[in-house]
């Protein structure tokens, strides 16, 4: 079946910029996580979505950053006023939410660029 | 802290021999999982293996295999093998189950990255 998509697969902005990064979870998963990988870096949580709800808003840096997912599938992060520190890979993955050894399945991710 | 360290900073092993990628974490939840994923010069994050904290064997995937060492909070991952297409970074990541067992984030290391020579 389909993977993760997310789209698009490469963003270039300016400074102070309006972007709306976009991921399509696999078919059936509740649970949608975006994640945030710096160069040379491991991905950082940012948010994760149970259905419709963020169950977890933790990770996001400030209130620049905003996700949703109003029909508990597709969803989309959205960063105001970006900045040159935002430039990173933004990655979503979903996962079936069944618990135990519930296994995210990661999407090829965005490339946000900042100019 | 680092919940999760991965220290070695760059692997090489020769095509068809065996190597270990190193992981060590840090919790205090006695429920917990741990994963790898390979992350190729693409970009895309291909999940390899799972443990549970309470799975009583090590966890096996074709020529991948993981080294749990409750104890030593150890979870190195083993590559049997070894392949041309086994070239890229790897990441081992955990998550805390907590108390009510629920869906949460996955905290990953900073990776290694493997050289596979012909």
């Known amino acids: 079946g389909a993977g993760v998509s997310q789209t698009p697969s490469n963003k270039v902005t300016e400074k102070g910029k309006y972007v709306e990064l976009r991921c399509d979870p696999i078919?059936?998963?509740?649970?949608l996580y975006w994640y945030r990988q710096s160069l040379g870096q491991g991905p950082e949580f940012l948010i994760y979505?149970?259905?419709?709800?963020?169950?977890?808003d933790s990770g996001l840096p400030n209130d620049r950053f905003f996700a949703v997912r109003p029909e508990g599938s597709v969803s989309t992060l959205k960063i105001q006023r970006t900045e040159r520190g935002d430039s990173a890979v933004y990655l979503c993955?979903?996962?079936?939410?069944?618990?135990?050894?519930?296994?995210?399945?990661f999407g090829p991710g965005t490339r946000l660029t900042v100019l | 802290a680092q919940k999760i360290t991965q220290t070695q900073p760059g692997m090489f092993v020769q095509e068809k021999e065996a190597v270990t990628l190193d992981c060590t974490y840090d919790?205090?939840?006695?429920?917990?999982?741990l994963f790898w994923y390979k992350q190729p010069s693409s970009g895309e994050m291909i999940f390899l293996i799972y443990q549970g904290s309470y799975d009583q064997q090590n966890a096996t995937e074709g020529r991948y295999s993981l080294n749990f060492q409750k104890a030593r909070k150890s979870a190195n991952l083993v590559i049997s093998a070894s392949q041309l297409g086994d070239s890229a970074m790897y990441f081992c990541a955990m998550r805390e189950m907590g108390m009510t067992g629920a869906n949460s984030k996955l905290t990953f290391g900073k990776g290694i990255t493997l050289s596979v020579r012909p």
């Open positions: 993955a979903s996962s079936p939410g069944t618990g135990g050894g519930d296994t995210q399945y």
């Open positions: 979505f149970q259905g419709t709800g963020a169950a977890d």
């Open positions: 919790t205090s939840d006695p429920s917990y999982g």
């Open positions: 078919s059936g998963h509740t649970a």
